[in-house]
């Protein structure tokens, strides 16, 4: 019966993504979407927790995001940029007349304004930043960013939701922390009340771009009057409203909460695959500086098992030894050879004893903020042990934990988890000052060739190689694919599944 | 009595400059800082340290310390990190839900305890009094978050009576408000009944043998006048010292109820800041807090000091 129902579930939302206009769209009503809590801030430059980009999303725009296939179009730009033959000089055309929420036009000030904010508060824009040598405003409507040296990311960083590039008036770029949520978004904010609501209605003045609609390109419709994001902080009290049918979108439900929501009132959404939960190894100091370590653990671990503790049944993970799956095109299985679905305890002890492991514990720093994280510890602890690790489990709460990951002396491994990034240079690992701090030379060598290649599908074979560099030298341990689940109102259609859903395009039906 | 009232509000002011103290250290020894958790799960150790110079906390301790007692002298409890406003404005907003719970479930389980505190100890022994005592018992063991999402099944999910959670969205009139409260307010009310039905009865039941009892009796009183104007009376004290601090316990925020039920409380405004590490605001959400239960106990004691003249401090 579950089989059947996740059937139905998985098949309803292909239909919902591939068929959105087959259905009668109705102008008006309001929706109440259940979130997992308050957002840090408003401010989507300020954060890169996903929460704050569900949300501002609808508010703010960026110059590009990103189509159903996860590749970067146009927003607030016209069209792509034109490179430079030597890929040092990006040339953005604006689309004109786009009106800010308090009725100004947007002009390239305002987008060098906010640009430069970004690269001087955003953790991702800052990123940027450091190939970044110019933003400036060649016309009323075409914008240049001038580069140190060519960098392919740029264009996936621009487009993101966290951390995010939004287009903001020139006069509020100076507001750190920001106080007007002025965007160019198809809704504006009203009114927010912390802890109770963030009400956010149409914005009259929105111009869509038009054309089909394409994941968060295209097409941006405003059926919706309203939009309220209700924090409900307590999963079990998310199962509850979404069973009662008391909101229209129910965000994050655990996993194992599958049939309930299927016996309720609402209907389940699953995202498959969501994201990956992966052990971050500490490369700079305790026992995982030492390589051979790093493999021992690689050989030790056993996924299936852990992912099976993790979220409880099959139809809610896959086995995957790849860093993208396969409906990525990142996806490759080549040099995953050394992921052992079931763990190789003997190759592993093999390695602990070449390492010449002295019996000081394996640090493992996690949380049970969330308790898939806790779950796949306990397993791997029974692992470790087994291949000849004394294993410290560190079971800390989150706050905790997002602190000291940033000290080397006090941890091995890190446990945390992430949704598939649409650009693999987002990823923390591909970064040296993330925690792990990974940064070698055959890491280097992978990740500039990576970035520095603009053509899609050289890309796609150069990330093979950063793939390669990464199994052979784990500075992470990527455990598996998980799914996530939500619930929606049967009433409401037009969302697109996704890691970070949005409500422009979604409709009532009754 | 003036004089015990000195007493009292000068040990009153040693307990809260103890609270302060004690609160600020606490929040700060404890790992986790609010410009990680604002800043987001990809942040760079260098935006975490920037932000944290920019929010003041790369400041060394007592240098934080002395400016926090120069603000609340002037009565200045800091500014909420998360939410950008005064901390007196932020405990203001969630004043509402959690005064109208406290008043809602105080009176719900003082109904219930009252009534059948006393039957259970007239009626010493029989039936009513062992499964009242039982009840009692069971209602004491059950965790409040448990109870709350059974009710929220049966009540919200089965029948569709009550919303599952929150607090009414944008214009909800008072009305709608105070029926979000109705099914955290049960919960709390049957599980403080629990405690004030034991007090009650135990308190009743050492009055009930008393000489005085008998001699009312005796000079031919109804039952009903013996019970109430003359057991009851005497056995109060020991009962409101149990309902004020309910009461206490209730206005610093039913937190795990709150929580469970989504309101926008005290208790639940408490929790949030906690797991931000929103320093000024647990900070101030605690000193009002303490403030509140020490203020309910100085109340208490004056009250003593008027049901029973003989009480000296």
Redesign the interface.
């Given at each position: 019966m579950k089989r059947i129902a996740l059937a139905v579930a998985t098949t309803a939302v292909a239909l919902i993504s591939t068929d959105t206009l087959a259905y009668a769209q109705t102008n008006g009503g309001i929706i109440?979407v259940a979130t997992i809590?308050?957002p840090?801030?408003l401010d989507p430059m300020?954060?890169?927790?996903d929460l704050?980009g569900i949300i501002t999303q609808h508010m703010f725009e960026t110059l590009y995001t990103f189509d159903a296939k996860w590749g970067p179009t146009p927003l607030l730009a016209a069209a792509l940029p034109t490179v430079s033959e030597d890929g040092m000089t990006l040339t953005i055309p604006l689309r004109t007349g786009i009106k800010f929420h308090d009725d100004s036009v947007m002009t390239a000030a305002d987008v060098v304004a906010s640009l430069e904010r970004w690269i001087k508060i955003a953790?991702?824009g800052?990123q940027a930043g450091e190939v970044i040598t110019g933003i400036t405003a060649t016309d009323d409507s075409t914008v240049t960013i001038t580069l140190s040296k060519p960098f392919a990311p740029l264009l996936a960083l621009l487009s993101l939701n966290?951390?995010a590039a939004i287009i903001i008036p020139a006069a509020n770029a100076a507001q750190d922390?920001l106080?007007s949520f002025i965007g160019t978004g198809p809704y504006k904010l009203?009114?927010r009340?912390?802890?109770?609501?963030i009400?956010l209605v149409r914005f009259d003045g929105y111009q869509s771009l038009g054309g089909e609609i394409d994941g968060y390109g295209g097409a941006r419709n405003q059926y919706l009057d309203e939009i309220?994001f209700?924090?409900?902080?307590?999963p079990?009290?998310r199962i509850?409203?979404a069973?009662?049918g008391?909101y229209d979108y129910v965000d994050q439900l655990p996993v194992e909460a599958f049939q309930q929501i299927t016996d309720?009132a609402t209907e389940p959404v699953v995202l498959a695959p969501f994201g990956w939960p992966v052990f971050m190894m500490n490369t700079k100091e305790g026992l995982n500086a030492d390589i051979r370590v790093r493999k021992a653990i690689q050989a030790a671990l056993a996924p299936e098992d852990m992912m099976l503790a993790a979220f409880g049944s099959e139809d809610f993970f896959s086995i995957d030894a790849a860093w993208y799956p396969d409906s990525f095109s990142w996806h490759s299985e080549v040099g995953t050879e050394a992921y052992k679905p079931l763990g190789d305890t003997e190759t592993a002890k093999a390695l602990l004893a070449e390492a010449g492991y002295d019996g000081s514990p394996l640090r493992i720093l996690t949380s049970r903020q969330y308790e898939f994280h806790y779950k796949m510890a306990l397993v791997a602890q029974a692992y470790l042990e087994a291949a000849g690790f004394k294993v410290q489990l560190d079971v800390?709460?989150?706050?905790?934990?997002?602190?000291?990951r940033?000290d080397p002396a006090l941890w091995d491994i890190y446990i945390?988890h992430?949704p598939f990034l649409p650009e693999p240079s987002?990823m923390?690992i591909m970064?040296d000052?993330?925690?792990g701090w990974w940064a070698t030379d055959a890491k280097h060598a992978a990740v500039e060739a990576f970035n520095a290649e603009s053509d899609p599908a050289k890309r796609a074979e150069l990330f093979v190689e950063v793939q390669k560099v990464i199994y052979d030298e784990v500075p992470g341990y990527k455990v598996g694919n998980f799914n996530a689940l939500a619930a929606q109102n049967p009433a409401l259609d037009g969302v697109t599944p996704s890691p970070w859903p949005y409500f422009w395009n979604a409709y009532l039906t009754e | 009595m003036i004089r015990s009232a000195f007493n009292r509000i000068f040990g009153m002011l040693i307990v809260m400059a103890l609270v302060v103290t004690i609160v600020f250290v606490i929040v700060r020894v404890t790992p986790g800082d609010p410009a990680a958790v604002m800043l987001g799960p990809d942040a760079t150790a260098a935006d975490i340290a920037s932000l944290r110079q920019r929010l003041g906390l790369d400041a060394s301790i007592p240098q934080q310390f002395l400016s926090y007692i120069g603000g609340i002298l002037r009565g200045d409890f800091g500014q909420s990190i998360f939410l950008n406003m005064p901390v007196t404005d932020a405990l203001w907003q969630r004043a509402e839900p959690t005064f109208f719970l406290t008043v809602f479930s105080l009176t719900i389980a003082t109904l219930i305890a009252l009534p059948v505190g006393v039957l259970s100890a007239y009626w010493r022994g029989s039936a009513f009094d062992q499964a009242a005592t039982t009840l009692a018992m069971f209602a004491a063991s059950i965790p409040s978050f448990w109870l709350g999402l059974i009710f929220m099944q049966f009540f919200a999910v089965k029948l569709g009576w009550f919303d599952t959670s929150g607090y009414g969205g944008p214009g909800a009139s008072f009305g709608e408000r105070m029926h979000h409260l109705v099914l955290p307010a049960v919960t709390l009310g049957l599980i403080s009944s629990a405690l004030i039905t034991r007090f009650t009865r135990a308190s009743m039941l050492d009055v009930l043998n008393d000489d005085y009892v008998r001699t009312a009796r005796s000079k031919g009183m109804s039952e009903w006048r013996v019970v109430v104007k003359h057991a009851l009376k005497n056995a109060l004290i020991p009962i409101l010292t149990v309902i004020g601090l309910t009461a206490a316990l209730l206005i610093s925020g039913a937190i795990v109820t709150e929580t469970v039920f989504g309101l926008p409380g005290v208790g639940s405004l408490i929790v949030s800041a906690v797991l931000r590490r929103d320093y000024p605001l647990i900070q101030g959400a605690l000193l009002v807090v303490a403030g509140l239960y020490v203020l309910v106990n100085f109340i208490i004691d004056m009250l003593y000091l008027i049901v029973d003249p003989r009480v000296r401090y």
């Open positions: 109440d809590g308050e840090p801030t300020a954060s890169t927790a704050v953790t991702r800052k966290n951390a922390p106080t009203k009114e009340l912390p802890d109770q609501y009400q309220r209700v924090p409900v902080p307590d079990n009290t509850g409203a069973m009662a008391q309720g800390v709460e989150w706050a905790t934990l997002t602190t000291n940033a945390t992430s987002l923390g970064s000052t993330s925690p | -």
